[in-house]
């Protein structure tokens, strides 16, 4: 059976940046196994399968695939088909106004908003189904510092310590002296994710570009994806991060975290922070998606 597609990158104002997504409409009837077959066969970090809700009040249902594995939450598969949902099926709504609309993931309802202007990518933004919760203590820093390819001394910075974070997926994130050791890290000497274990984040201060907060490179080579150009579901986990180590005021923030410069993929991600009493009390992910391409595959 053919079904129809879309691949659009995402957290980016053009194409070939961002993070590349591949989203197959009308996926009703493929079973797990084939689900995961096609993200391998796209070999993009997610896939996206777009389903009939369970409530028919929201969008649709989604289920996202990395080339070996299923995750329960994603951020740029998120952004990337809210804005792809939204452009099909009310474009001229778009073009005037932004929409809400709900997309069910395996971590629950996920609100999104929808954005297209004339002239500007389409966009959308999502809150956090779930506010990050802190894990389990993760390896000590020299042990890291082995893993990454680097000194123990370039592990860390300011008040910033290694830590394990989840907003519905798990990650190990690594603060890391500055954007030069970052740079260096190497994705290869250890498999991150390895038998559904967490992923790892690293994040270095970045004063170099203007309006970015942190530099973050990604390594899951465990779960098919050797490093991510913009992840949105470490993005989303790194509020807690955010929130545990800088002396953020309550109120309302923005933080724009750059990804993928490494890899010549170049990203950039909207962070929103709400915080009440000391605590974070709501966060928001955003950014940019643009069409590159459309077809069928046959299933």
Not at 28 to 45: K, P, T, Y
Not at 68 to 76: I, Q, S, T
Not at 220 to 238: I, K, L, M, Q, Y
Not at 273 to 282: D, F, N, P, S
Request: hydrophobic share 45%; glycine share 10%.
């Amino acid at each position: 059976m053919r079904r129809k597609y879309h691949t659009l990158d995402v957290f980016c104002d053009a194409a070939f940046a961002g993070n590349p997504l591949a989203v197959v409409l009308d996926a009703e009837g493929l079973d797990d196994a084939r689900m995961q077959l096609i993200a391998r066969e796209f070999n993009f970090s997610e896939t996206v399968f777009v389903l009939p809700p369970r409530d028919p009040v929201n969008a649709a249902a989604a289920r996202i695939f990395t080339p070996a594995r299923e995750l329960p939450f994603a951020g740029h598969p998120t952004v990337g088909t809210a804005a792809l949902v939204a452009h099909l099926r009310e474009p001229q709504l778009l073009a005037t106004e932004d929409l809400q609309l709900v997309l069910e993931e395996k971590v629950g309802d996920v609100v999104c908003v929808a954005r297209h202007r004339r002239g500007q990518p389409l966009a959308a933004n999502f809150r956090l189904p779930r506010l990050p919760r802190r894990g389990d203590e993760p390896p000590p820093a020299a042990e890291l510092a082995r893993r990454l390819g680097l000194k123990q001394t370039e592990i860390g910075f300011g008040a910033h310590r290694p830590s394990a974070w989840s907003a519905g997926v798990d990650f190990i994130f690594v603060p890391v002296v500055d954007v030069d050791a970052l740079g260096r890290a190497d994705p290869d000497r250890y498999r991150w994710g390895e038998n559904d274990s967490a992923a790892v984040y690293l994040y270095a201060r970045d004063g170099a570009e203007p309006g970015v907060d942190y530099r973050a490179r990604m390594f899951g080579s465990g779960w098919g994806v050797r490093e991510d150009p913009a992840t949105g579901s470490a993005a989303s986990a790194f509020a807690g991060v955010a929130m545990a180590f800088e002396p953020y005021a309550d109120g309302e923030r923005m933080i724009v975290i750059e990804q993928g410069v490494e890899i010549g993929r170049p990203s950039r991600i909207a962070l929103g922070l709400e915080a009440a009493g000391g605590a974070l009390t709501g966060a928001t992910i955003g950014g940019s998606a643009v069409l590159v391409a459309e077809g069928t595959i046959e299933t």
